[in-house]
């Protein structure tokens, strides 16, 4: 008789996880992963799906990995110098939440919670190239004004760090990308979240001087 109820509390125990977060999948990570992850992660998409809890749980350790290194989503470009509107790397918060809801034992959360599944359709300007390329090496001095609506790595070092500015002839300076840890993964373009115009004059500078990226002009 011991025995049935050892095994009758094993059951019980295996059928109720003890969680220490708040944060959950339905009000707080689904929201992430729909805006940031679900591109590729979708039923037919380039990546296994992770549209549901049932089908991201398994993944949770593998998840948290990722994010916390900053492999995936890839995206390259450093927060904050340079803005893209395509941007869909993670911020630091949204990081921090996913690993506490990890750390925290990823609860499911109430299911009422979930907000409404994006759908995909065909890709839009923001998965192609627009505009023409224009490749720039080292320090390059416009002799002519551009529009440019993006921006391209195109050689990066081993390193994996590739910075790219442009300085005005007034002397303002316009970060335009950051990389810090390539993931080669990642081959589109980054457009600029509003078109940056540059004078004749204007210094676009790649460091360090052996890499190069393509300025895509309107």
């Known amino acids: 008789?011991?025995?049935?109820?050892?095994?009758?509390?094993?059951?019980?125990?295996?059928?109720?996880?003890?969680?220490?977060?708040?944060?959950?999948?339905?009000?707080?990570?689904?929201?992430?992963?729909?805006?940031?992850?679900?591109?590729?992660h979708h039923p037919g998409g380039s990546a296994f799906s992770l549209m549901t809890y049932r089908e991201a749980r398994p993944w949770a350790e593998s998840i948290k990995h990722q994010v916390l290194t900053r492999s995936m989503p890839p995206w390259n470009a450093v927060k904050g110098f340079g803005e893209f509107k395509n941007d869909r790397g993670l911020s630091q918060e949204n990081i921090e939440i996913i690993a506490e809801w990890i750390e925290g034992g990823a609860p499911e959360g109430n299911p009422l919670y979930m907000p409404p599944q994006p759908t995909f359709g065909k890709s839009t300007t923001n998965d192609r190239a627009v505009g023409s390329p224009r490749d720039f090496l080292g320090v390059t001095t416009l002799k002519h004004p551009?529009?440019?609506?993006?921006?391209?790595?195109?050689?990066?070092?081993?390193?994996?760090?590739?910075?790219?500015?442009?300085?005005?002839?007034?002397?303002?300076?316009?970060p335009l990308i950051w990389v810090e840890k390539f993931n080669p993964t990642y081959t589109s373009p980054y457009y600029f979240r509003k078109m940056l115009n540059f004078p004749a004059g204007t210094k676009i500078e790649v460091t360090p001087h052996t890499g190069s990226v393509s300025l895509l002009i309107k």
């Open 146 to 174: 551009l529009d440019a609506v993006g921006i391209v790595p195109k050689n990066v070092p081993d390193t994996g760090v590739l910075q790219v500015i442009a300085e005005r002839p007034d002397g303002s300076i316009e």
């Open 1 to 40: 008789m011991v025995p049935a109820c050892l095994f009758g509390v094993g059951i019980l125990l295996r059928a109720h996880t003890f969680y220490s977060t708040k944060i959950t999948w339905s009000a707080d990570v689904s929201r992430i992963v729909y805006s940031n992850c679900a591109s590729c």
